[in-house]
């Protein structure tokens, strides 16, 4: 059983059919990077795979849990797929250490002092170990991305979604994240990244999946991909972004 299993997901806003029989399957220490134009339904996969939308079609199991079943407790879901968006949406009024253990302390209960080492281990793993007790306002955006990473790693996912999680930054901060989530993938983390980055996911990628019109138009290692892309649509988008 693969870690994530995407089988047929259909997707309706209203009249608007956005995710077309998508189809894929994700295994542990995968790294899918999910690119196309804008609308083709990538936000929107990633947040199914989290229960954050409902699909209309199809099935889709993350870590043998059903995420559309009634029974399925979504904030458990949760706990085991991260997510990094665009945007940080740090509390601005709680420190970096604050921010990262907010969640395993409500969630698991863990004492203080077990949540100041937690919040060093996870601050240390993004390249942040001296800033614990910063405030979100005295950090770049490139660091409270970071603690944002930070923050979802704490929960001990099993599976990372990232969603152009370098988008609002600065130029010279994308780098950064970057080699964060660089690290984590040489870690072993599964990861599904949705990024403009073509050359972070053609370094990194196992697999690239364009999608186009709600569909995945054409799929394959980053070298088979960006070496000799096969349909028209992908050409097209390859030339648009280089
Ligand atoms: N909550 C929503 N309600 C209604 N329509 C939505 C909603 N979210 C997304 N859509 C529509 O679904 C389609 C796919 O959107 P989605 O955000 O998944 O695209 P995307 O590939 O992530 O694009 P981008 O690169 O701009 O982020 C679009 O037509 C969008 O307008
Ligand atoms: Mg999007």
Redesign the pocket.
Known sequence: MPLVLIDSVE?H??D?H?LRGVSTEVAKGDIVALV????????????CVNGL?TISGGRIVVDGVDVQSPDTDLALLRRRVGMVFQSFNLFPHLSAAANVTLAPVLTKKIAKDEARDLASRMLERVGLGHKLDAMPSQLSGGQQQRVAIARALAMSPQLMLF??ATSALDPELVGEVLRVMEDLARDGMTMMV?T?EMAFARRVASEVLF?NQ?RIWERGTPERMFGSPQTPEFQQFVQSVV
């Open positions: 997707k806003f209203g608007n956005v196309g134009r804008s609308g083709s339904g990538k936000s929107t996969l990633l947040r939308e969603d152009e949705v403009h999608m709600g």
